[in-house]
């Protein structure tokens, strides 16, 4: 399952996506909202003959490769002509995939790569390590650290380059080189590491900070690995003496359906709901807690399930399975409002068809597709909170006017109380707030929001958001209200 790429992602559910952040991986950088969805089981596809529908294309094909000048690919006409009928779906989760397109599907299925096991944010136009790399990965085994700059790749220099222009250097099969120039401090020096499959984690578990018995556990996706690290994380935080759990799916924009029942199975009793289908006949099919799911390992302790606008799918599933089967609170914001099932069938010739097979609804039968689910505890954040990302194709000065404007005012109101939120003038309040983050991060200071302005302005909101997490602070809240 998987909610449709957004350009302009509001800051409360993508903050990951502002600060650049990316996976080195054969499959390109990895976002959070790209996640594909496929069932736990395919169904048999019922095949009809058609022949005289596909006379036309069979006509318009023959006719091509007879009668056309140039050169021509059979291959790329046949995926042309299947790729035009799933966009004629008018569907953004049916689609067609062949090639590298296939290949990163089913790697962003499998929850696998193939690169180094870094991860990195740009800062100050440079691509640096922004986490811990992950464990027996390249990075790790070449002792790359949180804060390493990355200046060349193969010997070209990453300064002034998109982050995604150098991971698209960095990233590659397994098996293959590549070579990285890292500074660290004052020290220059280049490190060769091979890559290799690298297994991505999307369950990170952790005690709250103020107080030791709940255990905060983040699900980034559904992807193959994810039940078996979620009851990791579960059984790893109860030594440590959790005897509660948030279970934070916000911005989490799906994935498999297996690994989410298996999960919502966990904490609901057997024969309790988690999901039901209704496919394009209207017949129905009902998915129900049980020891075959979650082979008995049952969630027992007070837990609450934090959502927000970006949560989709399979993390929409996850939230209602609990709310409405087993009474768990969800707080947050209303989710995504993803309410279909695709199905991946594998074709011949490394291609792969990606198509909506049937509804799905919450256990009480809602059909929540481009409504959203409602959590039962809503947090009210302030305006800013759904700004969006500033438009890096333009520079913005006084005087300026129009939507885009009307953002940039909406970010700065986050950093600066003197700035209207909803103005879509470019203000001298405007040039005074854009003055002080040019002065306190060392830029040029001309009131004028260039590229280099427009990212500082965003971390500055970044931070601000992160420090205070609202809706977390309000989880935490509810979960010791179930003690």
Not at 84 to 89: K, Q
Request: with cysteine; net charge negative.
């Amino acid at each position: 399952m998987n909610n449709k790429h957004n350009n302009g992602i509001p800051y409360s559910r993508h903050i990951i996506s502002l600060i650049c952040v990316a996976i080195i991986a054969g499959g390109g950088a990895y976002q959070l909202n790209e996640i594909k969805h496929e069932r736990a089981e395919l169904r048999e596809v019922n095949r009809y003959p058609h022949s005289s529908d596909l006379e036309k294309i069979n006509s318009t094909y023959e006719t091509i490769v007879s009668d056309y000048v140039g050169d021509i690919d059979k291959k790329a006409l046949i995926d042309g002509a299947i790729k035009g009928m799933t966009t004629a779906l008018d569907d953004p989760y049916s689609d067609y995939f062949s090639g590298d397109d296939a290949d990163s599907l089913n790697a962003t299925i499998d929850g696998s790569f193939e690169g180094i096991g870094a991860t990195m944010s740009l800062e100050n136009e440079q691509p640096v390590i922004a986490e811990k790399p992950m464990k027996n990965s390249p990075a790790e085994n070449a002792d790359l650290k949180i804060g390493d700059i990355v200046t060349k790749v193969d010997g070209k220099e990453t300064k002034g380059r998109s982050l995604d222009e150098v991971v698209e250097t960095i990233k590659g099969k397994k098996g293959t080189d590549v070579t990285l120039t890292i500074l660290r401090g004052d020290e220059s020096f280049d490190v060769t590491l091979t890559r290799d499959e690298i297994a991505l984690e999307t369950v990170k578990g952790t005690l709250d900070e103020t107080d030791k018995t709940v255990g905060n556990i983040i699900v980034k996706s559904f992807t193959k690995h994810t039940a078996d690290e979620f009851k990791e994380a579960i059984e790893s935080l109860r030594k440590e003496g959790a005897t509660s759990f948030i279970v934070d799916v916000r911005n989490n924009p799906g994935g498999l359906l297996d690994q989410v029942a298996t999960m919502a199975s966990m904490f609901l009793k057997n024969g309790k709901t988690i999901v039901s289908f209704e496919d394009k006949d209207e017949n129905k099919q009902e998915l129900v807690a049980g020891k075959e799911l979650d082979g008995g390992f049952k969630i027992k302790e007070p837990t609450v399930v934090l959502v927000n606008g970006s949560s989709a799918s399979a993390s929409e599933i996850f939230a209602a399975a609990l709310n409405e089967s087993a009474k768990i609170p969800v707080v947050g914001s209303k989710t995504f409002g993803k309410g279909t099932v695709q199905t991946v069938n594998s074709l011949e010739n490394n291609t792969d068809l990606k198509l909506t097979t049937s509804k799905w609804l919450t256990p009480k039968g809602e059909w929540i597709h481009e409504k959203g689910f409602e959590p039962s505890v809503k947090v009210e954040l302030p305006a800013f909170y759904e700004s969006k990302s500033i438009d890096r194709n333009e520079t913005y000065e006084e005087g300026a006017k129009g939507t885009a404007i009307q953002n940039l005012n909406l970010v700065l109101s986050g950093i600066d109380d003197s700035v209207t939120a909803d103005s879509d003038t470019y203000t001298v309040d405007t040039i005074a707030a854009v003055k002080k983050v040019q002065e306190s991060e060392k830029l040029s200071v001309t009131g004028i929001v260039d590229e280099a302005t427009a990212s500082a302005i965003e971390l500055k909101l970044i931070a601000k958001i992160t420090a205070k997490d609202l809706p977390y602070e309000k989880a935490l809240e509810e979960v010791k209200k179930g003690k």
